[in-house]
């Protein structure tokens, strides 16, 4: 018979892969409207929270086209971040065809970010370790959020006290210039259509240029890490929208990776190999 050693292991505070989902909380009724969030919690801070540990906090807004975002198909990777030792946070931040302007649904992220900040307690939150990570559209709020952390001008009334600066941002195939983007285009057609139902064409073209993030650019010289990603054959969102921001995150000194992605259509961008490549860069981030 083999012989085996005993082993020996210590309990950390975090157990992989045990946790809870919260549906819908609600973190905003800006508007006379709910905006909503759905977390993955992990059940040690609910059970025993003198020995629990408090985890960093992962902010997730997907891809939906500045629409409602379904974070069903991605919840596999949802759960995996939170076993590898984060709560995340799935944030819905309102529909541009409902009303919402780019600039108000990018407030609307902030806010959410200042909702877990407040209520770090009931979820179990480091507060001084919070992450933003967005798909497509939810890129460019990421973006926007990394950018104008505590700016006061794009704070809404709602958990204002609280910060909604953050420690590391992960934008994969945002688009940054939203004029370049849907300004002249058959895709942008409908966004504009919708907007002129109730605006003329020169409040389009502002709601254009408040949407997108360059303009922020040199406004915030303590910007947390950023971490872009983009497949070189995206049919949507040009890669050059990610190239020109990594360009000029990189020459005003900002720490910036750029991942590119062989092969892949625009919604293909989160392989495993990157996402994991990812975990890793905000592991680093959070250590710093």
């Known amino acids: 018979m083999k012989e085996r050693p005993i082993q020996h292991f210590r309990y950390t505070g975090v157990e992989m892969g045990i946790v809870s989902l919260i549906p819908k909380a609600v973190y905003s009724h800006r508007n006379g409207q709910e905006l909503t969030m759905s977390l993955i919690v992990h059940k040690g801070w609910a059970c025993d929270r003198e020995h629990a540990k408090r985890l960093p906090v992962i902010l997730y807004f997907d891809g939906s ?14 759960t995996e971040m939170a076993s590898n030792g984060f709560v995340v946070a799935m944030v819905e931040c309102g529909s541009f065809m409902e009303g919402w302007s780019f600039l108000d649904i990018h407030k609307n992220f902030k806010t959410a970010i200042r909702y877990l900040r407040a209520n770090s307690d009931q979820y179990g939150i480091d507060p001084d370790h919070v992450i933003v990570w967005g798909n497509s559209s939810g890129g460019t709020s990421v973006v ?30 945002g688009p940054q210039n939203l004029r370049a ?7 942008g057609k409908n966004y504009r259509d919708s907007w002129l139902s109730h605006a003329d064409e020169a409040d389009w073209e502002r709601v254009l240029d408040e949407g997108s993030t360059l303009r922020l650019l040199k406004t ?14 995206d049919e949507l969102v040009p890669l050059s929208q990610t190239k020109t921001l ?7 000194g900002y ?30 981030a959070c250590q710093e």
Not at 65 to 78: A, F, I, K, R, W
Not at 261 to 279: D, F, I, K, N, Y
């Open 246 to 252: 990594y360009d000029a995150l990189h020459a005003d």
């Open 144 to 173: 926007f959020a990394a950018l104008s952390g505590d700016m006061p001008e794009y704070k809404t009334d709602e958990w204002s006290e609280a910060s909604d600066s953050v420690q590391c941002a992960v934008d994969m195939a």
């Open 65 to 78: 086209g500045y629409l409602h975002p379904s974070y069903y198909h991605c919840m596999g990777q949802m």
């Open 220 to 233: 915030n010289t303590k910007c947390c890490p950023f971490y872009l990603a983009h497949s070189v054959d």
């Open 255 to 284: 720490d910036v990776q750029l991942a590119l992605v062989e092969g892949a259509s625009h919604t293909q961008t989160r392989t495993t190999e990157l996402v994991h490549a990812v975990m890793d860069f905000i592991k680093i």
């Open 181 to 187: 983007l849907l300004a002249n285009s058959e895709l």
